[in-house]
């Protein structure tokens, strides 16, 4: 028998967490409140999943609410449609964003439209979890950014928390929404960081940018593990007297635009950081809104900053795909010409 | 009058139908769905049938001509059942609400930003005639105040000045405050005495006796906590804007501790290199603020605190004294509260504790 | 060498092509009225078939996939159901959805291209139709799942073409329903046709039915144009299903004696020779051969059941026709449960209020 830590369990209170364990505890939160919460994916159970996100879920909760599925992603896409039409709360896991793409097929024609093609009669409270992202020297396939994908199917929810206590938050959202949400984890940041976590079953708003950072001469929007680079940036500015404010946009779809209008109105200039490659990225949805709607009041061209418009490489060279934040501040340099 | 019916879009997408054979001839009485004709499509050979039951009164086209969807096909004589009307193949496009642009305003050859241009018009500058300076000879917000002429450029606040923005607007819009005043007589404190060690322990003493005034209030949850531990946080004005860096825990801590922490941050202050950790968490303010002038003021309670101590510049006044009058210095005293969470009778306890406190012997 | 595995497909018939009962017939089989009830759901079927076609073909209806020749699949199966099992149909049900209870007034609204007609007043729980083919099935195993974890005695049953056994999901489906003993019962519907690929260029196995032995349960065949064997195969699954034995595949054999649908033309790669042929064993003509061998059904009762049949369908025809189209913001109005901001602009954008 292999040798097995096992964590101490709380079911509530304030501790330092990993993303990896906040996504845990609100799991475990969301199947205590709502007996309906069923979990369902390949190796979730005695395993915990393969990022440990679902660890210890299993003895607490059971085989029939911790579901093992046989390794068969389009399943894993439709079974929670049928559970969810019934009356319950599936959250499915996909291993890895490489092999999420069987699933669309179900998210697209099915989940993202129950609703609308039954005028409510039906309807379709799941949740598909897949971590996202480079930066962890992973194989072929298990790197990618495709978020964009998502935020173009009408019908969904598309969430991507940056930091424990927003996984923690979003993810309870997430699970409590009555449509689809697909909850994009930056599996970089799962043990990169530990933040504090009240563990109380607070949900925080999936129609809400967060501001991270307050600062006046450049807006930088950014989500997930980009966020990390972002405020590196931020920092490195703010030695040289350049305040950036900094936005975690948290819920792509639906956009919260406002909050970044708001921003830009302020700073007359913004930049968007993603880590997805450039062309087709969500970034170009946020600058196609500011140049129809914050055109006024921006004194600079607006940036993007992102992955290039390549294959996502093997480990070796990711770390020259993934955006810098020596990148980032760049393109704040070349903005702030326009004083 | 005949009524017509026309040839359906037979598929999804089609233009047109050739005519393979008719099954009906003229005078003929059909019955709903019967088959009419034949027509081929760029996909398949189907059947039209009758739509509704009627006397054929005309038909349009031979075999072999090709007919436009759309185009009339049968006629049916007068007293047919009207045709309930093509509800498929025909999509009602949107309305166009929008209204007509006038004819494009001519542009000047300048390189602006929109908000650039939105500052010359409103400054009344001639984009053609301003030095640009920006990258690629484009016109900056700068460039275009230098040629209005204007003495001061327009800047962002910045740092604590925006701080005090924000904190100000948020205490402007959301206390209900109310300010009592009073007076404590220092006539005998020793010369050198340090009025804000005396003041902060002051405040200390009467947080004992009035406890709602160290507390923090949200009014989104409508929940109040009152502090044991109290956070002071001492109101600092400097050329950057107004601050407000934290003493902690100030009712455990004796003079000579509290002083040294003083220095410090006047330390910090002068090198505007305070802790971000001391400049959040205040559960009480204290605003020294006699030291530049003023007696008596309104102060401002930033949320979510409740409460705000200021000491005005003490001054000699005469006083009676047994009856008879005397010259002692005396330190003026505004408390202000947000008189949503706390009541005049706990403020009044509040300041008259503060009072006793002041006016004990060192 | 040794041989770890064998199996078997057993295939029924109960009522024959020539309209004898052959072999054990369950009781309903000789239950006139059941038979006649029976009867009567499968003219009603194809006469609401032949309006649909011709609704579309003189422009009022949209693109629609008519289910002749295959009545005895959509009757018998969805007659074994219980109202509380759930019908998960693909696109060629409209028997077996009238049934159980979906009105042909929304089953023309849905084909006439409105989204109300797939908010059934009767069956709320069934799911509307399923355009991708096979992509319901995982929703089967989903749905299945709800009944096994609230420990439910119902079953959910998906229905799909010969072509769907090709597809993954179908596979996947069935293999979870076979690891998890979900109630849940495959019907194939096999009409021998995917559009233009005939069922023998579809997969190189015997049976689709043997599909279920790969999952781990049991496959059977049944003549499809028989109504007695489809009923009677279906009410063993679904009894077996509820008493906690796990899924069945069902193959129905029967044939697709129309076209794919309104917009394809079956003469293209298929012989009028073989559908001839096929016209001998479809299944109404063969259940009224037997009603009127074994239970003196007359030309009296046959004409009066027809007439009665057209005018239902001329009544649902008449509702369907004077349903007007909802308002351009129903679009809108279902997408969320609570509809986010950027919608809110966008519904106004349409309507012009912006």
Redesign the interface.
Known sequence: MARRRVKSETSAGTGELTLVEAVQRALARAMEEDETVILLGEDIGVDGGVFRATDGLIARFGADRVRDTPLAEALIGGLPVGLAAMGFRPVAEIQFMGFIYPVLDQIVNHAARLRNRTRGRLSCPMVLRAPYGGGIHAPEHHSESMEAMFAHIPGLRVVIPSSPAKAYGLLLAAIRDPDPVIFLEPKRVYRATREAVVDEGSALPLDRCFTVR?G??VTLVSWGAMLKETLEAAEMLAGDGV?AEVLDVATLKPLDMETILESVR???RCIIVHEAPLTGGFGAEIAARLAGEG??????PVERVAGWDTVMPLLRLEGQYMPSPQRIVAAVR?VL??? | MAEV??L?????GLQEAEIVAWHVGVGDHVV??QPLVSVETD?????????HSGRIAALHGEPGDVLAVGAPLVEFAAGAAAD?G????KVAA??E?APKPDKAPARDKAKA????R?LAAQLGVDLAAVTA???GG?V???DVERAAGEVAVAE????VR?AMFHNMTRAGRDIVPATVTDEADIESWPDKTDVTIRLIRAIAAACKASPALNAWFDADTLTRRVHERIELGIAVETEDGLFAPVMHDIGNRDADDLRRGIEAMKKDIAARAIPPEQLVGQTITLSNFGMFGGRFADLVVVPPQVAILGAGRAEMRIVAVDGAPAAHKLLPLSLSFDHRVVTGVEAARFLNAVIEDLEKAE | MSTVATFEIRHDRILGPDGKLEGEAPPFARDRDKLVALYRWMVLTRAFD??AV?L????????FASSIGQEAVNIGVADAMAPEDVLLPSFREHGAQLVRGVTMRELLVYW??DERGSDFAGPREDFPVCIPVGTHAPHAAGVALAFKLRNEARVAVCIFGDGATSRGDVYEAMNVAGVWALPVVFISNNNQWAISVPRKAQTAAETLAQKAIAAGFEGRQVDGNDIVAVRQATAEALDKARRGGGPTLIEALTYRLG?HT????A??YRDDEEVGRRWKEEPIARLRTHLAAAHGWGKAEEEALIAACAAEVEEATEAY??TE?EP?EAMFDHMYEELPAELVRQRAA?L?QE
């Open positions: 307050d006046a001469d305040e302020k700073t007359g055109l006024m009041h921006l004194v600079a070349r010409e326009y004083a | 019916f026309k359906p879009d037979l598929g999804e709903t769905d996909k398949a050979v189907v059947e039209v049938p009758a739509p309930k093509a509800i498929v193949g949107a309305e609400k930003a929109p908000a650039v939105r300076t920006g990258p484009t900056t917000k700068a962002p606040l910045r740092g925006r | 032949a309006k011709a579309q073909r003189t422009g009022r209806l949209g693109t006439g291209g076209d309104t917009v394809d033309d003469s293209r026709l004077t189209p351009p349409l012009g």
